[in-house]
């Protein structure tokens, strides 16, 4: 019998398939990106991580918020990094030299998943990791440490309650402007030890 490459899982077909009707949002980890452009290659409507790649439960919450609330990014929310204006929260796909270039970006993007999120059919979260930094001037838990010297940040890992506090969060906030949408989660293909 020759080595086994991938887990198997035998699972039941779900109430809500996804076809061609469906309109999807998907928010989390390099997978979901791989999962849209397939997606997307297919003809389906789909809208794909408002915030860029994020891997962790904290900056998918805070991505599914975002775009619950529409949320309006500021110059405030913006660290300079170097030559760029980056935003923690979100993916280096939104860094720039102009600080006003960034906000543009991210608040469109987020202006665009909350349109999409009232009536999409399904929303897929895809996480990619329980470890989290959180900035120490910020107090917060970022999604994103674009390369900002490592004595800025604290590391945690997250616990179960923790994972699953934050994903019932994320669930009840996009339940609160579509009450009918179904949520799959997924987990990044990536063996761990």
Known sequence: MGIKLRTEWALT????????RSS??????????????????????ICENPHGIVFHPLAIERAVTDCVKCAQYIHEDLVFNGEVWT?????GRFNNPDPEAVLDLINTEIGKA????????????TLGTSWVY????????????HKIPQKE???????????LTSLERSVLAAREVNPSIAILLTVSPVRHI
């Open 13 to 20: 077909p779900g109430d809500s398939l996804i076809d061609h």
């Open 24 to 45: 999807i949002l998907l928010i989390g980890s390099c997978f979901s990106e791989h999962i849209a452009r397939k997606l997307r290659f297919s003809g389906f409507d």
């Open 87 to 91: 935003s923690l929260n979100h993916h």
């Open 114 to 125: 909350h349109s999409f999120l009232k009536t999409a059919s399904h929303l897929v979260l």
């Open 134 to 145: 959180r900035h120490l001037e910020k107090d917060s838990f970022v999604a994103n440490c």
């Open 153 to 163: 940040f604290e590391k945690h890992l997250l616990s179960t309650d923790e994972i």
